[in-house]
């Protein structure tokens, strides 16, 4: 302790005669919180290559300062790690923001604590709408569920459908979409004739689609999360003929993952798609970032909804340090990504200043063949939306 | 009414095939085997690539998921499985659930962590009337396959010396030892088949469920319910179970959505409540 105390008073001495919150050469520790393991792992790729690429184009460095990057593997859904892992980062590693963050129980589990270090945490992915209620010092950059179900079904109505018929998969998202759709819908004067929640191991959708081609709805909007159960949901709608039988289908973009796609196959062709970023977005800025991502990673890979959030994740960082000159305390970093507005590859974005939410634009997409390989395509927007379970508030 | 029982008997025809390779190793063999479903994705990702590699149609696709999938499991059996027949039940597990893991991590490693692209042959996508029925293709070849298999089955083990020996073997070892049986070729044979089998269960299974490295531990529970249901040890017995779990859980989401994940639990239960053995368990037990 004896020894500690004139180093520090010659750093706030220091500090004092620079002026400056002199950390000039000090490294920027970001913790990411992420499945790079397991099932899921792709998304901790995506994350990286997001990352990576946001860094390679600024030198390695964020407000000046060399950046370094930690971390840690939830492996899926892992609340309780997800917390450890912000107690080491925080404690151990002395990090100076949280990012990365895929699934909603585990940002949920660290909520607390980053709320009494203080310490500034972007989220990259998870979307269900309360995370940036749980704590202050929490802001996302991604989206949330309810804010790309809603668009479809008012722009559904625009389209003069009336009638929908609602399959969700049985969890909390699942839940959320349903109830921001249902709402949306009901509140422009369309109504849902049924609804089915399918269990998460599902392996076989017959019975699911069959029961709906015996209901004849008008349309049918879905929403399940991205991986498995659309490939083989869209497998059976088609192998039982209901574009036949005139049901026209809808979902949110997660149906149609840039990562999946192809694998998804022919199934997704024509299928109509509301989500915040296609990778085939026609904007400069992605075309860029798409071929950037390429020449680093190569073409085994395509960037997903995850790299471009993650790339927007340091954009987000960098700016709010920029705003407050370097400082990373958490009350300052909050209070200037609060507000903050840029140009993301999927077009502008910004974190609401209420509620530390994104607003951003929520795209109809349809998913076509373009140069042999499956891609969204943007056809209609809707602008600057907000989190629809917030606004409601 | 007559398409839900119809999906019912395809589904369960393709849990019948994935799990039949399970009845051989775990029934007839009495090795708890938990790594069955690796087996399956092994044969899976051997089609896939047989597939969208080398420009194979599906039906060599299939030739190659069971040699694939026969190859790997007799490998396995000489190095590891062979040292545990005569072990507790609970080091098997041990065993087989490690080898899970291992092969969830390799196929990670190998082909990333996405789902692999299928698109079956064109004589196999799409529906046709049968009976006054829209029936899906693919569905339809799944249930020929499955009755075929039986059949095929039933014709080694209960025909010839081959399925003698192994009845014999597996009733009593040291007996059929002293007959002159070569015990241990045998079961490493048998084994292999089984995993073949499973091989070609899970290219099978391609047009319906999607193939990734999880597939190994997601569908496991699936393919010990039908076996456990079934009774171990016998193929007709999984085969009765598979088709009634598959016709109970499609029917069950079709009629109860709400309740419709949970039936395939519920029969299980009560089946195993009345029936300890199994539906039709193997003689002697």
């Not at chain 1, 390429?294 to 085994?300: H, R």
Request: include cysteine; hydrophobic fraction near 50%; charged fraction near 15%.
């Amino acid at each position: 302790m004896l020894k500690k105390t004139p180093v520090i008073a010659a750093l706030a001495l220091a500090c004092g005669l620079l002026g400056t919150p002199a950390q000039a050469d000090e490294t920027l520790r970001i913790g990411v919180i992420a499945s790079y393991s397991g099932p899921y792992a792709d998304y901790g790729r995506q994350f990286d290559a997001g990352i990576q690429l946001y860094l390679k184009e600024h030198g390695g460095k964020i407000a000046g300062k060399k950046v370094e990057i930690i971390k840690k593997d939830t492996a899926g859904p892992a609340p309780d790690a997800a917390k450890r892992f912000a107690q080491e980062l925080i404690v151990r590693d002395k990090v100076s923001f949280i990012t990365g963050l895929d699934f909603s129980p585990n940002a949920y589990a660290l909520a607390p604590i980053v709320t009494q270090a203080k310490v500034p945490t972007v989220v990259m992915n998870a979307s269900s709408s309360a995370i940036t209620t749980s704590s202050p010092y929490i802001a996302r950059v991604s989206f949330t569920v309810q804010q790309v179900s809603a668009p479809m079904a008012t722009w559904l109505l625009k389209q003069g459908v009336k009638e929908t018929y609602v399959v969700v998969a049985d969890y909390a998202s699942g839940t959320d979409a349903h109830t921001a759709f249902e709402q949306a819908f009901a509140m422009g004067g369309g109504k849902v004739v049924g609804s089915v929640r399918t269990p998460m191991n599902n392996p076989d959708f017959s019975a699911y689609v069959q029961r709906i081609k015996d209901a004849k709805p008008e349309s049918v909007f879905f929403f399940f999360p991205s991986g498995v159960m659309p490939p083989a949901f869209l497998k059976a709608w088609k192998e039982r003929g209901m574009e036949e039988a005139g049901i026209k289908l809808f979902a949110t973009g997660e149906a149609t993952d840039d990562s999946y796609l192809e694998a998804t196959g022919d199934a997704a062709l024509g299928l109509i798609t509301s989500h915040h970023y296609s990778y085939a977005h026609k904007s400069e800025k992605n075309q860029k970032f798409v071929k950037d991502f390429y020449d680093t990673f190569g073409k085994s890979m395509r960037p997903s909804y995850f790299a471009i959030t993650a790339y927007d994740g340091m954009a987000a960082i960098a700016g709010a340090l920029q705003k407050t000159g370097g400082d990373v305390s958490g009350d300052k970093v909050m209070a200037a990504l609060k507000g903050l507005q840029f140009e993301s590859p999927r077009g502008p974005i910004e974190i609401d200043a209420a509620t530390g939410d994104i607003v951003q634009t929520v795209y109809i997409r349809r998913t076509e063949r373009v140069g042999g390989e499956l891609v969204n395509v943007e056809f209609d927007q809707f602008d600057k939306v907000k989190d629809p379970a917030k606004a409601a508030k | 009414m007559g398409i839900v029982i119809f999906d019912g008997i395809a589904y369960g025809m393709l849990l019948f095939l994935i799990a039949v390779g399970l009845s051989v190793t775990m029934g007839l063999m009495s090795f708890v085997n938990l790594a069955h479903g690796a087996f399956a994705m092994i044969g899976g990702y051997a089609a896939v690539t047989a597939m969208n590699q080398f420009g194979l149609g599906f039906f060599p696709a299939l030739v190659a998921s069971f040699v694939a999938a026969a190859l790997v499991g007799g490998v396995l059996e000489f190095t590891l499985y062979r040292r545990l027949y005569r072990a507790h039940p609970l080091d098997q597990v041990l065993l087989s659930i490690g080898l899970v893991f291992v092969s969830v991590a390799v196929f990670t490693y190998f082909f990333g962590p996405t789902i692999q692209a299928f698109s079956p042959p064109e004589s196999l996508t799409g529906s046709m009337s049968l009976m006054g029925l829209e029936v899906g293709r693919y569905r339809l070849f799944l249930i020929v396959c499955g009755f075929a298999i039986l059949a095929g089955l039933l014709l080694v083990l209960n025909r010839t010396r081959y399925g003698a020996m192994v009845r014999a073997a597996v009733d009593n070892q040291r007996v059929a030892r002293g007959t002159g049986i070569h015990v241990q070729r045998l079961f490493f044979l048998t084994f292999a088949f089984g995993c073949g089998l499973a091989g070609l269960g899970g290219a099978l299974s391609l047009g319906i469920l999607g193939l990734e490295p999880s597939f190994a531990l997601k569908y496991l529970i699936f393919f010990l319910i039908v076996v456990c249901v079934g009774g171990a040890g016998t193929i007709i017995g999984p085969f009765v179970a598979a088709l009634l779990v598959g016709i109970v859980d499609v029917a069950g989401k079709y009629y109860l959505p709400e309740l419709g994940a949970f039936l395939i639990y519920v029969f299980m239960v009560i089946t195993l409540l009345v029936r300890p053995n199994g539906l039709i368990p193997r003689k002697g037990l």
